[in-house]
């Protein structure tokens, strides 16, 4: 069942699809539109810890959905009204468990609610992605790029895509990997110019603001925003 009120208030723009409400940038993404006062229907697999007029937050079995077939998200949104997508989906392979459950995650499961997203009215992706995704790139950067690639065929008017190098902030988990990450991001930040700025580790908090700002942006198109863009489109909030 969903948390919080049965359908969204009338507010000062677009209503806002949310997936990956719970994670380091989701989280973040989440405050910053409730805190521009649009409404919000953000699905997520355990219930948020919060209750407020104008999100609406449906929970479903991520192992269920993934199954062939499935339709249980799809009934779960039906009947619901968004003009803009932001996802910020992601796992890393390590707690994935295998490259499968990976690619379910940060390729099929973006698609499978790209797809919902056309089907409820959403005119303006937004996909919180990675720097260097490339179809022949490594495995995680080439399975990004194979969800950039399927959102493309999903036909939305606008696409944002939100290409971050390592995120920074406080997780509800630790990654020792990304610590030590973190330390060696640090440390080469001030060598990563020109063509390698892209590169640079990039605080959590202004990716959400970036993509804040982008779903109360109109237009058409295809943008990619990296390390210098979204830089940009947070401070200017």
């Not at 993404?29 to 209750?51: E, F, H, I, M, N």
């Not at 690619?103 to 990675?130: E, K, Q, T, Y």
Request: with cysteine; proline share 6%; aromatic share 4%.
């Amino acid at each position: 069942m969903p948390i919080g009120p049965p359908s969204a208030l009338a507010i000062a723009g677009p209503r806002v699809l949310l997936c990956g409400a719970s994670g380091l940038v989701g989280e973040r993404v989440l405050q910053g539109l409730l805190d521009a006062g649009l409404a919000v229907l953000a699905p997520t697999r355990r219930p948020l810890a919060r209750s407020e007029e104008g999100l609406v937050n449906p929970v479903f079995d991520t192992d269920r959905v993934l199954r062939p077939g499935d339709r249980s998200l799809e009934n779960l949104l039906r009947g619901e009204r968004a003009s803009v997508w932001i996802c910020a989906l992601g796992t890393t392979r390590a707690r994935a468990g295998t490259p499968a459950a990976f690619a379910a995650i940060d390729r099929d499961l973006v698609l499978r609610f790209a797809g919902i997203a056309r089907r409820i009215g959403v005119r303006h992706a937004i996909l919180v992605s990675s720097v260097g995704a490339h179809p022949r790139a490594g495995f995680y950067l080439r399975i990004k790029a194979e969800a950039e690639r399927g959102l493309a065929e999903q036909n939305f008017p606008r696409v944002d895509l939100l290409r971050p190098g390592l995120l920074l902030g406080e997780r509800s988990e630790r990654r020792p990997a990304e610590v030590v990450g973190k330390v060696l991001a640090t440390t080469l930040r001030p060598l990563l110019l020109g063509p390698l700025e892209r590169y640079r580790a990039i605080e959590a908090a202004h990716v959400a603001a970036a993509a804040v700002a982008l779903a109360r942006t109109g237009g058409s198109g295809w943008f990619v925003h990296e390390y210098a863009a979204i830089t940009r489109l947070a401070n200017d909030c």
